[in-house]
T-cell receptor, first 115, second 115 residues
Framework: AQSVAQPEDQVNVAEGNPLTVKCTYS??????LFWYVQYPNRGLQFLLK??????LVKGSYGFEAEFNKSQTSFHLKKPSALVSDSALYFC?????????????FGSGTRLLVRP | SAVISQKPSRDICQRGTSLTIQCQVD?????MFWYRQQPGQSLTLIAT?????????ESGFVIDKFPISRPNLTFSTLTVSNMSPEDSSIYLC????????????FGPGTRLLVL
């Protein structure tokens, strides 16, 4: 069965410090992996994705993520956090064996960046 | 990407009534999806709505409760029928554009409260 795990409900970092939001996944076939961010009372905004190619992908607002096939992980990172990065982050996976194009979402991680 | 709008942005409804949510896209898209985000929860796919065919529903969701229309390539509606407080959620539509390479872009969501 397809699944996504975000083991941390909340991540706290100080502004200017690096941040990591963890994500692991389980699929039958090859994964397409995504990160989305949700600000209060807003929809989901696409940050970045891994489809194929380089394991390190760069996205919007200085975020990047590294695909690790052996660890089935796709952790989101940023070298220097901003207070404005505080939001709810969702990892999602699509199983290429599934023809429905369905995204399976993790439970979300709340990022709090303190000044 | 695509510009997606949803109406209404929020509503408060009485149990037993129905609400139709509209999703409008600024370009023609083949695939549209409807997701539900229950309070404090992650996103769950309700159904996939492709123009010219019946919507495909995920396990746990049925057409009588969540009828969907897809009259053209830029528009879709989701109706939440015979509502109960358990239907209080954010309902989001998403689209996959032809050039997006598997990325789903989300609308701002409709925040529904059922009393």
């Amino acid at each position: 069965a397809q699944s996504v795990a975000q083991p941390e409900d909340q991540v706290n970092v100080a502004e200017g410090n690096p941040l990591t939001v963890k994500c692991t996944y389980s699929v039958s076939g090859n994964p397409y992996l995504f990160w989305y961010v949700q600000y209060p009372n807003r929809g989901l905004q696409f940050l970045l994705k891994y489809i194929t190619g380089d394991n390190l992908v760069k996205g919007s607002y200085g975020f990047e993520a590294e695909f690790n096939k052996s660890q089935t992980s796709f952790h989101l990172k940023k070298p220097s956090a901003l207070v404005s990065d505080s939001a709810l982050y969702f990892c999602a996976v699509r199983d290429t064996m599934d023809s429905s194009y369905k995204l399976i979402f993790g439970s979300g991680t709340r990022l709090l960046v303190r000044p | 990407s695509a510009v997606i709008s949803q109406k209404p942005s929020r509503d408060i409804c009485q149990r037993g009534t129905s609400l139709t949510i509209q999703c409008q896209v600024d370009s023609q898209v083949t695939m549209m999806f409807w997701y539900r985000q229950q309070p404090g929860q992650s996103l769950t796919l309700i159904a996939t709505a492709n123009q010219g065919s019946e919507a495909t529903y995920e396990s746990g969701f049925v057409i009588d409760k969540f009828p969907i229309s897809r009259p053209n390539l830029t528009f879709s509606t989701l109706t939440v029928s015979n509502m109960s407080p358990e239907d209080s959620s954010i309902y989001l539509c998403s689209v996959m554009t032809s050039g997006s390479r598997e990325t789903q872009y989300f609308g701002p969501g409709t925040r529904l409260l059922v009393l």
